[in-house]
């Protein structure tokens, strides 16, 4: 008994003096006994083409035999599979809600450039067909919007051209549907760095864009199908906001890479995690006090499975344990571009929270006396006035795994909402026969499978304020961990950061 007893204390010894605090590989993983490992697992390989998993009913046209061309290689052909049917525009017919027209960012002169084609935009614009652009910088979507008279949440900055070849971004956007008053998207074949992106992760992306826009089309309890005239007053009783209109819905979606040589040599090769970050806005005007108020709900969606490999062996500087990469922050904030002193935020929600498994986000507010809305959305003519004022009482609850909250956002001079969602990350206890003399336990499930998590926010604008400016960020942390002698020893991060400026919509 005593052999055995040195023999362990002989083994944890060894490695214990051999550390973990570099960079260094090692060899294969050696053989394990999972009787005593029981932390170890393979994960399931990740296919390497689209498995094209959300599919429309609708049809596709394409503006031209040129945009029909497939190329393996492009965002588009991922987007064009995912419908029933595909086949030229007659250049005359005005398609279905939820049909689809694709032209590229050089037919879009032609088609603005003349009255037949510009009459024929405006009214798929308006029935609810959806507009992709391929290719095209911020400038080439704003010079189409308004043209159209589309109203464009993207607001234009100083980015150059977007490049020629297989990376062309795909712009999406769409005016009233059963959900959503207008919507808009920007989806890109590109990760954080720049760096292309395989076929199944653009896939997934499509996949992801295209379960809003089936939502959105779905949706039962909208207010699309009403009408009012302009100028209406619709009595003097308090309305609640999100009853009298539907959302205006923009996005931001990114990817985030972990290449093979990122991982410890283990057996996933190169994957991407697909973000979106959607946001829902309500609007209406005070008279009395000459502000726009904004309702929004941000909802954030970060699916961290297709990095993460679960917990395995592997020699690093001596053998360990090695857990990567699971998602380990999650921050999100809304800010002005500039004017913060004249933006309020009069109410946000969720409050900071310990480590919890479901949480609520949302309020109860009012705004009382002379309100006015356009209803429609952004781009109808109809402005809807109330003199009793209007009320926000909305929440939705979030199922989550040891996540703790942080509410950032400050209600004085910077005057931002911003949150952090911090997901618990791997703890290790000392175990003397089992490898590397260290159990490691995975940390939240959150962060290895997905955070589905939202937040919701008021803030005004003075009048002055026609077209305010925000940028919304998201910032996901992924980690690796490395584990011996009971300990956690070193640990890697991955950051992928990405912002997008956005013009909010405005009554007056």
């Known amino acids: 008994m005593k052999r055995i007893l040195y023999c362990a204390m002989a083994a944890a010894l060894f490695v214990g003096t051999v550390g973990c605090a570099d960079e260094k590989e090692g060899t294969d993983d050696p053989t394990v006994d999972n009787a005593v490992d029981p932390d170890l697992y393979d994960v399931d390989p990740q296919p390497e083409t689209d498995q094209e998993e ?31 049917s595909a086949q030229k525009w007659d250049g005359v017919s005005i398609p279905s809600q939820g049909d689809c027209l694709l032209f590229n960012v050089d037919e879009a002169s032609s088609i603005v450039g003349n009255a037949a084609g510009l009459d024929a935009l405006k009214k798929m614009h308006e029935a609810g067909v959806l507009l992709v652009m391929e290719g095209g910088s911020e400038k080439d979507f704003e010079r189409v919007c308004r043209m159209v008279e589309n109203y464009n949440p993207y607001a234009v900055g100083d980015a150059e051209e977007e490049p020629n070849g297989g990376e062309l971004p795909l712009w ?16 890109e074949p590109t990760d954080t760095d720049g760096d292309f992106t395989d076929d199944f992760s653009q896939g997934e992306l499509c996949d992801m864009a295209l379960t809003e826009i089936k939502d959105a089309l779905a949706a039962v309890n909208g207010t699309a199908g009403m009408s009012v005239a302009n ?25 985030q890479k ?21 946001f ?63 933006v309020k935020i009069h109410r946000s929600s969720p409050t900071s929270t310990q480590s919890s498994q479901s ?3 949302g309020f109860s507010w009012n705004l009382g006396g002379n309100v006015s809305y356009k209803f429609g959305g952004e781009s109808a003519r109809a402005t809807v006035g109330l003199s009793g004022g209007i009320s926000v009482s909305n929440s939705h609850t979030y ?43 995975e940390g939240s499930l959150t962060g290895r499978t997905k955070l589905q998590a939202g937040t919701d926010f008021i803030i005004s604008t003075p009048v002055k304020s026609r077209t305010p400016q925000f940028k919304g960020t998201l910032s996901v942390q992924l980690k690796s ?16 950061d990405h912002s997008e400026t956005f013009t909010l919509p405005a009554v007056k």
């Open 399 to 441: 199922t989550v795994n040891d996540v703790t909250i942080a509410d950032n956002g400050d209600n004085g001079s910077e005057c931002k909402a911003s949150w952090s969602f911090i997901l618990s990350g791997v703890r290790t206890t000392y175990a003397p026969f089992s490898t590397a003399c260290v159990n490691m336990y």
């Open 280 to 342: 829902d806005v309500w609007y209406a005007f005070s008279e009395d006090e000459q502000r726009n108020y904004y309702y929004i709900h941000e909802e954030i969606s970060c699916p961290f499975k297709n990095t993460y490999v679960g917990v395995y062996s592997k020699s690093v500087s001596g053998i360990a344990k090695v857990c990567e990469w699971f998602g380990r922050q999650v921050d999100v904030t809304f800010e002005p571009v500039s004017n913060a002193n004249d």
């Open 359 to 361: 949480y609520t986000s």
């Open 54 to 84: 959300v599919k429309m009913n609708t049809t596709l046209y394409f503006f031209s035999d040129a945009d029909a061309a497939t190329d393996s290689c492009s965002l588009k052909d991922n987007f064009v599979s995912r419908f029933a």
């Open 172 to 187: 999406i956007w769409t005016g009233p549907l059963p959900g959503a008053a207008s919507l808009a998207m920007l989806l």
């Open 481 to 496: 961990s490395c584990g011996k002698m009971g300990t956690t020893c070193w640990e890697r991060t991955r950051n992928a």
């Open 231 to 255: 100028g209406t007053k619709s009595g003097d009783e308090q309305k609640e906001l999100t009853q009298l209109m539907n959302a205006t819905k923009f996005y931001i979606y990114k990817s």
């Open 258 to 278: 972990i290449e093979s040589s990122d991982y410890r040599s283990s057996k996933k090769g190169s994957h991407t995690n697909n973000y979106q970050v959607e």
